[in-house]
C-alpha cells in the first residue's frame, strides 16, 4: 500500500506517526500581522514607528525649475546636465542655509545680490556639469525659478518667484 502524499506545509511525521501541520503558522502574513500589532503597541519606539510625520502634511509645496531667460521656457536640465530639478532645489537650500548660518540672518532676509549671487554658483555647476557630460542646448542666459504649489480656498494654483537670472544684466529689481 503506498503513503499518502504530504501536504506541502504539513511538518514530517514524528516519532510517534502522528503529522504536526504548522503550515498556517509558518506563512509570512503571520509575521506581517505580528509586526503590525507590535508597531502599534510600541508606536513612537525606535525602530518600530507608526509615522505620525504623515499624518498632518503641509498644502504647500515647492518645486524648483530651470528656464531660459530669454523666452521662459523650460530646460531640459536632468537631460543636458544630469543635475534633476530636485537636486538643484537641495542645493539651493543647501547653499541658503550655508549663507544664512555663515551670515546669522534668516533665509527670508536674503537681499536680492545673495539670491543672485547663489543662483550664479547653481548655474556655474549646471554649465560644468554640461561640459563634463559633453552635452550642449543650454541657453545663453538661465533662470532659476521656485514654483510653489498652494491650495487655498478649495483652489490649487502654482505661484512662480524668481530666484535668479544669469548674465551680465541680470534684472536683480525683479529678484524678491
Known amino acids: 500500500m503506498e503513503a499518502?502524499?504530504?501536504?506541502?506545509?504539513?511538518?514530517?511525521?514524528?516519532?510517534?506517526?502522528?503529522?504536526?501541520?504548522?503550515?498556517?503558522?509558518r506563512t509570512p502574513l503571520v509575521f506581517v500581522v505580528l509586526y503590525c500589532v507590535a508597531g502599534t503597541l510600541l508606536q513612537e519606539n525606535y525602530p518600530i514607528s507608526h509615522y505620525p510625520m504623515y499624518s498632518n502634511p503641509s498644502a504647500d509645496r515647492s518645486y524648483y525649475?530651470?528656464?531660459?531667460?530669454?523666452?521662459?521656457?523650460?530646460?531640459?536640465?536632468?537631460?543636458?546636465?544630469?543635475i534633476t530639478c530636485p537636486k538643484i532645489g537641495k542645493i539651493w537650500r543647501d547653499k541658503v542655509g550655508t549663507l544664512t548660518k555663515k551670515a546669522d540672518i534668516s533665509k527670508n532676509d536674503l537681499t536680492a545680490e545673495q539670491k543672485q549671487q547663489?543662483?550664479?554658483?547653481?548655474?556655474?555647476?549646471?554649465?560644468?556639469?554640461?561640459?563634463?557630460?559633453?552635452?550642449?542646448?543650454?541657453?545663453?542666459?538661465?533662470?532659476?525659478?521656485?514654483?510653489?504649489?498652494?491650495?487655498?480656498?478649495?483652489?490649487?494654483?502654482?505661484?512662480?518667484?524668481?530666484?535668479?537670472?544669469?548674465g551680465p544684466t541680470a534684472p536683480a529689481k525683479n529678484l524678491p
Open 65 to 82: 525649475i530651470v528656464e531660459d531667460a530669454a523666452t521662459g521656457k523650460p530646460v531640459p536640465i536632468a537631460t543636458i546636465s544630469g
Open 118 to 166: 547663489i543662483g550664479q554658483a547653481i548655474f556655474d555647476e549646471l554649465r560644468i556639469h554640461a561640459k563634463a557630460n559633453r552635452r550642449t542646448g543650454l541657453p545663453e542666459h538661465l533662470m532659476l525659478q521656485r514654483m510653489d504649489i498652494v491650495y487655498r480656498d478649495g483652489v490649487m494654483s502654482e505661484v512662480p518667484t524668481t530666484l535668479a537670472i544669469e
Open 4 to 25: 499518502a502524499p504530504l501536504h506541502p506545509l504539513a511538518s514530517p511525521p514524528d516519532s510517534g506517526g502522528r503529522r504536526v501541520t504548522f503550515g498556517t503558522w
